[in-house]
């Protein structure tokens, strides 16, 4: 067993707010392994982009972050200063944000804004520096590069956009990419297209890649691991085709029945669907944070903190879960989730 | 054959681009589109960003006039009738329910409004039917006098949803109805209008860049290209067997949240064409993979495949393509 590349224990944020505090991320634990992607799926509010930006040191300074333990490749950043976290970042961690429009700065060049992260982190002369971002650009398909080094942002198409901002995520050659949300401001066919280069790339070039998204399909798409998170907290944890084609956590299961799914679903079939809506998380919960809409909920969920459990079978890859329910989504009554949605309407 | 409530005759729409510091260009958003929708039934609309779904939509709420070409309701021109009950005959659903409602409007103050502004019936009429359309859309009963900052996305878009219907337009217009809402939240919508589909047969045209959700609710569908339509026809024909390339490579765009599926090989090249400079001849042959030097450079003429399926190309397809392959 290797080393992990990253390596996070009980990460917690809480933001104080004028009625009180906001616990937005709790309890969370991540790993991931060098040459790995990893996805957190969740909806909005759940914390997942918190998450990513705690593991980047780019929360806002109003959070309060505390850490057990957060180690990248054998550095501890738990204790880092300021300084060596920029060190850090655009060097051998990078990010993908959503909107390609608001990474870039309208004001510079593309080839000024490449050069510079170059000129930052490395050695490296001007002329060195422009055609090591040249062969990036190559590299994630943009035709005739040289030109594009000389344009703005706003002359190029989003999906040359963000091709631009891979490409600055890769110039220093990370060892971890983070991508929130990288492809859901493009169009599908160009999604597709992104997608297809992102796991390319990462195949190529063996780096750890996390990716947030709330899109099931891109999880199915690209992932090896998911992890979905619901509240602040990680409900589901484990691989991605065993999640996908088997889901434990009834919030999972929930997610996986509300989306149309052709040949599965007929056209004008009722889909399934999470009733309820999302808790604020003001104030610690007692118990599990989705008990309010879940269709399985027993005496025992509201009672205390649920822990995470290891649910795999033996020889299968680890899958845990926080819930008390049996591990085996067979011997659930797929009519409970009908009741609950007439109780609550 | 049903009623044809909404006739389009090739329709354009062209637009002045750039004047202060570069030469004015002309850019054509439709270029001679034609559409038919008949009573009760659900059009969906697809295409990538740029291809002009949106300008159809706004022509059809009136905020844009064609620059040639005739769009008909009930068989009269669009043109001929007077604001007030152009508002009456078609109506929008947005998608973003948080831009879209006034935060200063009651609830059943905007559900109200389409009434209000033509005065029909009493205040105390006008109350009763917010309720029941309320009700019908699934708004609980208390939210009825609570701002749209009380409440969620799932809500604020059945309100969207109520103020549409209440007027009982001839035609809605869902313009991504659920891509700015949560997972969990989105399958509702759906199936709230599927249910009103059904239960009170109203004619939809659904834009969507989600092709899965066009699929779950659209009778027929139109699939847009740079300001054309290059393949219409029922929803199920066209899904299991696409004739254009581009429909084709839409489909294959999906993703579905299955196991060990992986990312598709879509095999288009290039990118979207700047609608300014269009391609010449078939708008898509830059990017096809079955575009050949010679007959793709004229525009391919409307063939029709079986009845009311029809696409322009000059080489279709003949093998039938499954969703997300």
Request: charge should be neutral.
């Amino acid at each position: 067993m290797s080393i992990p590349l990253l390596e996070i224990c009980n990460l917690k944020v809480d933001i104080p707010l004028p009625n009180g505090m906001l616990h937005p991320v709790r309890r969370v634990d991540l790993e991931l392994n060098r040459g790995e992607t990893l996805a957190i799926v969740g909806e909005s509010g759940c914390g997942k982009s918190l998450t990513a930006l705690a593991t980047m040191g780019l929360l806002p300074r109003s959070a309060r972050p505390t850490v057990g333990r957060h180690v990248f490749d054998g550095m501890d950043l738990g204790t880092a200063t300021d300084r060596q976290w920029r060190r850090l970042r655009g060097n051998r961690v990078s990010m993908i944000f959503q909107d390609p429009m608001t990474a870039l700065d309208p004001c510079y060049t593309i080839g000024n804004q490449m050069c510079e992260i170059l000129r930052q982190h490395r050695r490296i002369s001007r002329r060195g520096a422009r055609a090591r971002s040249r062969d990036l650009l190559r590299r994630v398909g943009i035709p005739s590069p040289e030109d594009r080094l000389k344009q703005y942002p706003h002359q190029l198409s989003g999906g040359l956009r963000q091709r631009v901002v891979i490409a600055m995520a890769l110039l220093c050659e990370p060892d971890l990419i983070i991508a929130d949300e990288p492809t859901t401001a493009l169009d599908v066919t160009i999604q597709a297209q992104i997608l297809r280069l992102l796991k390319d790339l990462q195949e190529e070039m063996g780096v750890g890649l996390i990716i947030i998204t709330h899109d099931l399909g891109v999880v199915a798409g690209i992932a090896d691991r998911i992890m979905v998170m619901y509240g602040g907290e990680v409900v589901e944890r484990g691989d991605c085709d065993q999640i996908l084609s088997a889901p434990l956590h009834p919030y999972t299961e929930g997610l996986l029945q509300s989306l149309p799914r052709p040949g599965e679903t007929r056209p004008g079939d009722d889909l399934g669907y999470i009733p309820g809506i999302v808790p604020r998380q003001t104030g610690l919960l007692d118990g599990c944070g989705f008990a309010g809409r879940c269709p399985y909920v027993m005496p025992v969920c509201t009672e205390a903190a649920v822990p995470m459990r290891d649910v795999a079978m033996s020889g299968d890859a680890p899958h845990e879960m926080r819930c008390v329910l049996e591990a085996d989504a067979t011997k659930r009554d797929p009519e409970k989730w009908k009741r609950l949605a007439e109780e609550t309407e | 054959m049903t009623k044809v409530v909404l006739e389009m005759e090739g329709v354009t729409r062209d637009y002045a681009v750039g004047g202060v510091f570069s030469r004015r260009r002309n850019l054509q958003a439709l270029r001679g589109v034609d559409l038919k929708v008949a009573k009760g039934e659900t059009l969906g609309l697809v295409g990538e960003s740029g291809c002009g779904k949106s300008t159809l939509s706004r022509m059809l709420l009136g905020i844009e006039e064609p620059s040639s070409g005739t769009v008909r309701i009930d068989g009269r021109p669009l043109g001929s009738f007077g604001r007030l009950d152009r508002a009456r005959l078609i109506q929008s659903v947005y998608q973003d329910p948080y831009s879209s409602l006034n935060p200063r409007m009651t609830v059943s103050a905007t559900i109200a409004a389409p009434l209000t502004v033509r005065g029909s019936g009493s205040a105390k009429d006008r109350r009763a039917k917010v309720r029941e359309i309320a009700a019908s859309v699934g708004l609980p009963e208390y939210l009825i006098d609570a701002y749209p900052g009380q409440l969620s996305g799932g809500q604020r878009q059945r309100v969207a949803i109520a103020r549409a219907l209440i007027a009982e337009p001839e035609v809605l217009i869902c313009d991504e109805p659920t891509s700015a809402l949560d997972v969990s939240v989105q399958s509702q919508i759906l199936n709230l209008l599927n249910r009103l589909k059904r239960e009170w047969g109203i004619t939809m045209i659904l834009i969507s860049h989600d092709l899965s959700v066009i699929h779950h609710l659209a009778d027929r569908m139109a699939v847009m290209y740079l300001g054309q339509i290059v393949e219409q026809g029922n929803a199920s024909e066209v899904f299991e067997r696409p004739r254009h390339p581009y429909t084709q490579a839409l489909l294959r765009a999906v993703l579905p949240a299955k196991a060990g599926h992986g990312v598709p090989e879509l095999g288009l090249a290039a990118e979207f064409p700047n609608p300014v400079d269009p391609p010449s001849g078939c708008a898509f042959h830059p990017r096809c993979p079955r575009a050949d030097g010679g007959s793709c450079s004229s525009v391919a003429p409307a063939a029709s495949g079986t009845g009311t399926h029809w696409y322009r190309c000059h080489h279709p397809l003949t093998e039938p393509t499954e969703i997300g392959t």
